[in-house]
């Protein structure tokens, strides 16, 4: 049977890595209109370049005001389907004046801004205002430094360059009227040239453009450091009679060029505009160029009527937002080799303690990694290094291929790479490896583990669920780093064996500005094994922790409650699916993992203040937790565990402690000391990072 296992596992990994051709070509699927450059798609986009020409003289339209409103949110994620998090928020308050025949002024009346992490982000103007022209021929981004002089896919020259597909007709609701479109999708005939990709909708009764979504491909970018720029622009009918600016939308993703890091920039800017006002006479404002503001004074005390969070999807590390489906239509439209615009092959550093780390069991390890990027999104990691502790060469490949609505699928193979049996981890892999060297323990318990794992993940309602099917062979690790400046805990001798397993998870990620709006989050694991699929072990455990944070409760004073249960049973459950219990990372003020049983649960309670923004904040705290051990199998493995010396007092029972802490410079950084009242309880320091950047260090 693990045979059988092992190679459906390898024969499915081969299926995904030659899954996508290395050259990409269209998909001209004909339709019943003809296809791409039907005369019916060629007759549309010809009338809505002569009505975008000549809109103004039809009409009596002389000049307009109208107001904007929106948000601008600076943002990193973890990559494809991960977590994002805020690290600044601007809300914008625009005056907009337009006059026949092409006349325009912005003025920027109000703005309120709040760094939640360290940036000194300077936005490029077109990133603060409104297009109030559906874009001229010419399409410019980043006041030209981000993409410069594309083809408008509506210029009266644009049908030499642009292939068009007449892809539906349906109704859109706009403010006050539903308005019947067509859809027309747009790309460039030669798809290295520097174009947009996506759609435009014209009105089917005027043949006016009432919405654009697009992209740009890869050769528009100027900038070496865009990975992708996604626009919403949607018009609304004014009047019964001037289809003018509604909505717009754009995002704009950075990655590091020659570098593979687990993290991208995202500026995501969102405006809307209403209250229109025409023919007033009103002159333009007598400011020079297209864009001003108003004095800082003024700007900070504009009363705004939406909260700075309010255009902040909570669930965005979750779904896949409307700006991010425009590049999964454009993916549909063209292959993405013609839409990536970073390098397809980069040296990779999937954090920092994948590439440098000192743990107890390793002794010191470096190694390099790369990534290859595939075709439609997908790419390829492959990480390999040396422990020269443990005189081991450690290899992980791992190939993940995205599917619409925010799935994927992924298959990885490891050999001799080493793991952590607890349920949590206790701190990020940069504070392991300094307290390794400064006080002997990297806070991990540690075997080494080979073999291959297949898995799906997909989005569920507010969650993101995850199916794995596994084969490994775990083998106990031993105490293999040289004494520098303290003595080493000692490892803990596990068990040796193989396991066909499998895992179900469902997690719901933090709030993508969980540190200043709040809110819940969990991460729920059910992992089963048995003899009779395969494998040495046979249990199922499960582990469940969730959190809830309010930062501002009342009187400025925050809330953090936190939670962990967990069980596992079985006939022979094996020393890593305890749950070990005790210092950092369970509950405080203790001996670090001085616990152990199969069933354990914990409750945590954090208040906390800022005493001055950004710098500095104060908590106190409260753990409180319980581990037991139920059965035999429980008990053997709870022996085996305990291997690792002399063992005085009981090593499960209750647990309690209080503390306090401070936080510094954002709270990136925490110091915290607790106390252990029960059940011979310490005096714990404990240092740790933000939790949110654990996956880069």
């Avoid at 993508?512 to 072990?537: C, K, M, N, T, Y």
């Avoid at 904040?617 to 010396?645: M, P, T």
């Amino acid at each position: 049977m693990i045979r059988r296992l092992r190679a459906a596992i390898l024969q499915l990994g081969l299926a995904l890595a030659i899954a996508s051709p290395a050259t990409a070509q269209f998909r001209s699927q004909p339709t019943a209109d003809g296809g791409w450059n039907s005369p019916r798609a060629l007759e549309l986009i010809g009338r809505a370049s002569e009505r975008r020409a000549r809109w103004t003289a039809e009409g009596a339209l002389q000049d307009y005001q109208a107001h904007a409103r929106g948000h601008i949110y600076f943002l990193y994620d973890l990559g494809q389907n991960t977590e994002r998090h805020l690290i600044k928020a601007d809300q914008l308050a625009l005056d907009l004046y337009w006059r026949a025949p092409d006349r325009a002024r912005q003025l920027i009346v109000g703005r309120q801004e709040l760094k939640v992490l360290p940036t000194n982000i300077r936005y490029h103007l077109d990133h603060l205002t409104v297009v109030m022209d559906n874009y001229a021929d010419r399409i410019h981004m980043g006041e030209g430094a981000e993409v410069r002089d594309v083809l408008h896919p509506a210029a009266a020259e644009a049908a030499e360059t642009y292939d068009y597909r007449l892809a539906d007709s349906l109704s859109l609701l706009m403010p006050e009227r539903e308005v019947r479109v067509y859809k027309l999708e747009v790309r460039p005939r030669v798809p290295s040239l520097a174009a947009i990709v996506g759609a435009v909708y014209l009105d089917r009764a005027t043949a006016d453009i009432v919405k654009m979504e697009f992209t740009f491909t890869a050769a528009a970018y100027i900038d070496e450091t865009v990975d992708y720029i996604n626009v919403h622009l949607e018009n609304a009918m004014w009047h019964d009679q001037y289809w003018l600016p509604y909505r717009q939308g754009i995002e704009l993703r950075r990655e590091f060029e020659l570098l593979k890091f687990p993290a991208g920039s995202i500026i995501r800017a969102e405006l809307r505009i209403r209250d229109y006002e025409f023919n007033t006479g009103t002159a333009l404002p007598p400011f020079r160029g297209v864009v001003a503001s108003m004095p800082r004074d003024s700007l900070e005390n504009f009363e705004f009527d939406q909260g700075l969070y309010d255009a902040l999807d909570p669930d965005v590390a979750l779904t896949s937002p409307s700006l991010e489906e425009i590049r999964q239509e454009a993916t549909r439209i063209v292959s993405e080799h013609y839409l990536q615009r970073v390098a397809p092959f980069r040296l990779a550093v999937p954090g920092a303690s994948s590439v440098f780390r000192f743990r107890r069991a390793e002794g010191l390890y470096l190694g390099p990694a790369v990534h290859f990027g595939l075709p439609r999104g997908g790419d390829f990691l492959l990480l390999g290094g040396y422990a020269f502790g443990a005189k081991r060469l450690e290899l992980e490949g791992r190939v993940r291929i995205p599917l619409p609505g925010a799935m994927e699928i992924g298959i990885a193979g490891y050999y001799d790479r080493i793991d952590d049996t607890s349920a949590w981890p206790a701190s990020s892999g940069a504070v392991a490896t300094i307290a390794a060297f400064a006080d002997g323990d990297d806070y991990r318990e540690p075997y080494w583990f080979s073999g291959g794992r297949l898995y799906f993940n997909w989005p569920l309602l507010s969650s993101r669920a995850r199916a794995l099917l596994a084969w490994e062979r775990w083998e106990s690790a031993t105490l293999e780093a040289e004494e520098l400046f303290s003595d080493y805990r000692p490892v803990r001798q596990l068990d040796d064996g193989e396991v066909a397993r499998f895992e179900l998870g469902l997690e719901r990620p933090p709030a993508v500005a969980v540190e200043a709006v709040g809110g819940a989050s969990w991460d729920l694991r059910i992992d089963a094994a048995s003899p009779q699929v395969g494998g040495d072990f046979e249990y199922v455990a499960a582990a469940l922790s969730a959190q809830q944070h309010w930062p501002d409760l009342v009187g400025g004073v925050g809330l953090r409650l936190s939670g962990a249960a967990g069980a596992v049973g079985g006939s022979r459950i094996p020393a890593q699916r305890l749950f070990p219990a005790g210092g950092r990372g369970t509950v405080r003020g203790y001996d670090f993992h001085r616990f152990v049983g199969n069933i354990y649960g914990e409750l945590g309670i954090d208040v906390s203040r800022v005493l001055k923004r950004p710098y500095l904040s104060a908590a106190i705290f409260a753990d409180a937790g319980w581990a037991g051990i139920e059965g035999e199998s429980a008990g053997r493995a709870v022996d085996r565990w305990n291997r690792v010396g002399p063992v005085t007092g009981p090593t499960d029972g209750w647990l309690v402690s209080v503390g306090a802490g401070v936080g510094l410079f954002f709270d990136i950084l925490r110091l915290d000391v607790a106390r252990g009242l029960t059940n011979q309880g310490v005096w714990e320091f404990i240092f740790s990072v933000r939790r949110e950047f654990w996956a880069w260090l």
